[in-house]
Structures are given as structure tokens and as C-alpha cells.
């Protein structure tokens, strides 16, 4: 359980010094030199650049990272359709490939039968590339069947960033095939970035070390997930050094999807799946849809949101009179989800949709940071509150303080006049 320094590999840069909790570490002729007072709580291990400080039991343990390359994205499709995510991820999957390097690519894989044709859609939201993995068996999704093809392919080809969709799918097939790889998987990010190990910056701004013998390719360029924790109220971010490949699930709605390129061209790569029907334990006999009133928060550029502030149940049908008014959809924070007021499907946060529209209504929405986490995205937010120390009212680009059973029949009647309100938003997203 030893952490140990290489003094062959150390530069001397004292980012170990910095990370060090316990002053556990001196500067001996330049290099960095362990003292009785550490603990070997591997704090400095992953802040040093060069690959110095190890874990003595897992300094065998640490796989080639330089064989894994390129980023791939899980282009989820549901009966021949896209699902809006996969796109979003292509899109940020490009920023994250082009700011690896100019030769990483971004490859999106679709799994299914007969999905050739989703490949295009792919090429015209970013994608370089698009393996293709089709099978009668891969028809309907399984657990059993997709974990299989994709952890093969992956094992085959080695990805070093692979991206999936925090839907219900996504949920359940990235951890099974990041089990199988035995690699690490952080879920619901919100946000994700390259680590570029920042040495030469580091010795460029605060030392005199000269800085012309180092390479910059060498740099750690790993993939920093970024996601909520403690219930919101502070955002981790969640690295993979030993392991690759890294992978992610983003929800729906985080990431900015690419202006579509019509007629954009890539590589397709047929992948042929070596799957019996025996792999398989689940049959899938019929996809039933649900019956239940259809809400799609993720889509929806104009969401009109109730919480507690409604005061009982009845405060949706003025919601609701709002949302048809202005040709949006009902949402919900969670304590009205929570007193039963109006289905889960309906909620906004941290643990039901993250959305993006162009205009978001919070009407009796407080604005707790697990709301807060799902909603502050949006091109517009519209906050109407009793409380004028509601949280909700730092985020909103337009506070009114009053009583909503008043207000929102004013915004109805005003919204039948002029529809002043749309065409700020229409003039804001235009700057």
C-alpha cells in the first residue's frame, strides 16, 4: 500500500507539495522526497505529470494507455430512429476529439438490424466514422446481446473515450460492459473536458525551468468527468488514469448538439457480431408503450414548470393553461412530483430531466440546486415567486414577485397581445 517517488522521473515541478494534506513531502537537490509524516493517502499521485509517484502494490497493475486511441460515442437508436442524445454526444465527442489531437477521431457505433442507414444521420452531426454492428438478434435491445457485441468491439479495437446516453439503455448497458473491461464508468456527467497536464504551463508561469525539452505530447490527456454529488451541492470531477477506456454517460439535454451538415461524408466499418441466440438469456416478446400522457421535456423549447409554490394539486390546470397558451409542456420540480401532484415524468432536476429549452417558466419554484442542476441552461428563465429571496430568482434573466394565481393569467393575456416575451427570447439567442 506504499506510495513511492522515481527519482528518475521526477522534474522537480513541487505539484506533489501543493497536493500533500499532510506537508508529507521535501525538495531534496531538486527532487521531491517523502518524510515520516506520510500517511500514503495517494493524494499527490494523480497531480504528478510525469508518472512519479505510484502505488507500490499497483505500479504493475497500470495498463498501456498508449494503445487505446480515438473517441466513440454509443449511437443509441430505438426502432430505426436516433435517439436526440447520441447526436448530442457525437457533437461534444468531435470537441473532445479534435482537442486530443488532430488525428483523433470520433466514431459513433450503431448496433442493431438494418441500421445502415442511421450511418448518415451520424456523418452529419460530426461523426468521422461509424461502426456497424448489424444482427437479427441485435433487433430489440438485451442486455445480454448488446453487452457482448459492444465490450468485443471495444476489446478489438481499443477506444479511449466511450460515451453513452444517460437513458434507461444507456444506464443499463454501460456499466455492464464497463464491468467486463474492468475499467471505470462515472454516470450522469454534466460537463467533460481533456486534462491536459499542465507542467510546461505550470513551469512557464511560476518557475524558471526551461521548458524546450519537453514534449507536450507527452502530456496526460485524459477526460475529466465532471458531475454532481452530495446531492448537488458541489460538482466532482472524476478522472481515469490507470484504465481506458474512459467512459461516460451524459443525460439528455446537457451537451449542444452540432449544426447539421447535409451530405457530409466518413468511414462506415461493418463489424460482424459473433452472437447465438444461447448468449442470450432474456427474450423480448412485445415492446409495450405506455399509455400515459407523452412529455417530452428534452425536446421542448418552451417548458412551463409547477413546484410547491402552487400551493395544492389544482395550481397544474393554471400551469397547464400556460403551457397551451404559449405552445409549450408541463413540467415539475420534485416536491410537487413528490406531494403527488403531477407524474414523475413531468419533473425537472438532478433526478428527473435535464432540459435546455428556449424558455423556461418556474412558476412557485424555489429553486433547490438539484433543480437548479436540470434547468439553468436554458436561453430564458422566467421566475415567478412570492418569496423575492427565492434562489431561483439568481438565475433568472426575468423576476416577478408576486402571487403566480395573479400573474400567470396576466402573462396569458399579454401573451395573446404581443407575444413580448417570445420575441425577447427570439432577440436574446440571436445575440
Request: glycine residues 8%; contains cysteine.
Amino acid at each position: 500500500m506504499a506510495v513511492i517517488i522515481i527519482d528518475e522521473k521526477c522534474k522537480g515541478c513541487k505539484l506533489c507539495l501543493k497536493a500533500c494534506p499532510f506537508e508529507a513531502i521535501d525538495m531534496v537537490d531538486k527532487l521531491a522526497v517523502l518524510n515520516e509524516k506520510c500517511t500514503h493517502c495517494k493524494q499527490c499521485i494523480p497531480e504528478c505529470p510525469f508518472d512519479a509517484i505510484i502505488d507500490e502494490e499497483k505500479a504493475g497493475e497500470k495498463a498501456d494507455l498508449s494503445a487505446y486511441k480515438d473517441v466513440w460515442v454509443y449511437a443509441e437508436q430505438r426502432a430505426g430512429k436516433m435517439m436526440n442524445v447520441a447526436l448530442e454526444l457525437i457533437g461534444e465527442g468531435r470537441r473532445l476529439a479534435r482537442e486530443i489531437s488532430k488525428d483523433t477521431k470520433v466514431w459513433a457505433v450503431l448496433i442493431g438490424d438494418k441500421v445502415e442507414a442511421l450511418a448518415q444521420e451520424c456523418f452529419e452531426y460530426g461523426a468521422d466514422g461509424v461502426y456497424i454492428l448489424e444482427d437479427a438478434l441485435l433487433q430489440k435491445y438485451t442486455t445480454d446481446g448488446y453487452t457482448k457485441v459492444f465490450t468485443e468491439v471495444i476489446a478489438d479495437k481499443k477506444p479511449e473515450i466511450v460515451l453513452f446516453g444517460a437513458t434507461h439503455i444507456g444506464r443499463d448497458l454501460a456499466p455492464r460492459v464497463a464491468a467486463r473491461l474492468n475499467t471505470g464508468l462515472t454516470a450522469d456527467c454534466t460537463r467533460l473536458d481533456i486534462k491536459v497536464s499542465s507542467y510546461i504551463d505550470y513551469a512557464e508561469k511560476y518557475t524558471t525551468q526551461d521548458t524546450s525539452d519537453l514534449d507536450p505530447a507527452s502530456d496526460d490527456k485524459g477526460l475529466k468527468q465532471t458531475r454532481p454529488a452530495f446531492g448537488g451541492n458541489l460538482m466532482a470531477t472524476i478522472i481515469t488514469p490507470d484504465t481506458r477506456p474512459q467512459m461516460a454517460t451524459v443525460r439528455p439535454g446537457v451537451m449542444t448538439r452540432r449544426e447539421r451538415a447535409a451530405g457530409a461524408k466518413g468511414e462506415t466499418v461493418r463489424v460482424t457480431p459473433v452472437l447465438a441466440a444461447s448468449d442470450i438469456r432474456t427474450n423480448v416478446k412485445e415492446i409495450v408503450k405506455s399509455a400515459k400522457e407523452i412529455v417530452s421535456l428534452t425536446d421542448a423549447e418552451i417548458i412551463c414548470s409547477g413546484g410547491r409554490g402552487l400551493g395544492t394539486p389544482d395550481g397544474f390546470a393554471l400551469v397547464k393553461q400556460l403551457a397551451d397558451k404559449v405552445g409549450g409542456v408541463v413540467g415539475s420540480s420534485r416536491a410537487a412530483v413528490d406531494a403527488g401532484w403531477i407524474d414523475h415524468v413531468h419533473q425537472v432536476g438532478q433526478t428527473g430531466t435535464t432540459v435546455k429549452p428556449r424558455l423556461y417558466f418556474a412558476c412557485g419554484i424555489s429553486g433547490a440546486i438539484q433543480h437548479l442542476a436540470g434547468m439553468q441552461s436554458s436561453d430564458m428563465i422566467v421566475a415567478i415567486n412570492k418569496d423575492p429571496d427565492a434562489p431561483i430568482f439568481e438565475v433568472a434573466d426575468y423576476g416577478i414577485v408576486g402571487d403566480l394565481y395573479k400573474v400567470i393569467p396576466e402573462i396569458i393575456a399579454e401573451w395573446g397581445n404581443a407575444d413580448t416575451l417570445y420575441e425577447a427570447t427570439i432577440d436574446r439567442s440571436a445575440e
